[in-house]
């Protein structure tokens, strides 16, 4: 199964500034089938962004996706308070199982 | 707009069998892949697996000996079985709608394995 690792563990910003997740796979993820997704506590993740670069409906623009192959980003544009959270990136670009990263907490 | 509504056992011991259902509305069920994902207390997600309208599954190898998914197209609802839990199923269970994205989520069930 693909392995998806996540740097950096926990980056801590304040509002306004720029947040730069990473995720790595450990094979080629095909046809870029890489998404992002948001959790805060007590909720369930929210699909922020599909297939590599693709935001979900109603998803804020200062959100962003790039990569291919086995190197992946999500960008956050201008921290809002309500985007401190933890961030996980999950591949299906292969075969089942489905595998998601371990997640980048985003907090002040 | 479309709601997962899930239930089932919360609190089970050793060796016994975790019952969970989800109930769709709002949406077609035909046509989609509907999937079990878990959440351990203060970790990471992991894909426990999936079916379709038809039944056809696919379950996580780790998982497979003890896992059952199955659907109801009637109902609008799909229902996850895992037999011989263990304090490592702890966790919350979703389901969620799609096969390898997931739009829609239920509310989660927490469920707890404790003798």
């Known amino acids: 199964e693909v392995v998806l690792t996540q740097s950096p563990d926990t980056l801590s910003l304040s509002p306004g500034e720029r947040a730069t997740l990473s995720c790595r796979a450990s094979?080629?993820?095909?046809?870029?089938?890489l998404n992002w997704y948001q959790q805060k506590p007590g909720q369930a993740p929210r699909l922020l962004i599909y297939?590599?670069?693709n935001r979900a409906t109603d998803v804020p623009d200062r959100f962003s996706g790039s990569g291919s192959g086995t190197d992946f980003t999500l960008t956050i544009n201008r921290l809002e308070p309500e985007d401190f959270a933890v961030y996980y990136c999950q591949q299906y670009g292969s075969s089942p199982p489905f595998t998601f990263g371990p997640g980048t907490k985003v907090d002040i | 707009q479309v709601q997962l509504q899930q239930w089932g056992t919360g609190l089970l011991k050793p060796s016994e069998t975790l019952s969970l259902t989800c109930a769709v509305s709002g949406g077609s069920f035909r046509g989609y892949y509907w999937t079990w994902i878990r959440q351990p207390p203060g970790g990471g997600l992991e894909w426990i697996g999936e079916v379709n309208h038809s039944g056809t599954t696919n379950y996580n190898p780790s998982l497979k000996s003890r896992i059952t998914i199955s659907s109801d197209t009637y109902e609008k609802q799909i229902s996850l079985r895992l037999a011989s839990v263990t304090a490592a199923d702890s966790a919350i269970y979703y389901c969620a709608r799609g096969r390898g994205k997931f739009f829609f989520w239920g509310q989660g069930t927490l469920v707890t394995v404790s003798a």
């Open positions: 094979e080629s993820v095909r046809s870029s089938f």
């Open positions: 297939d590599s670069s």
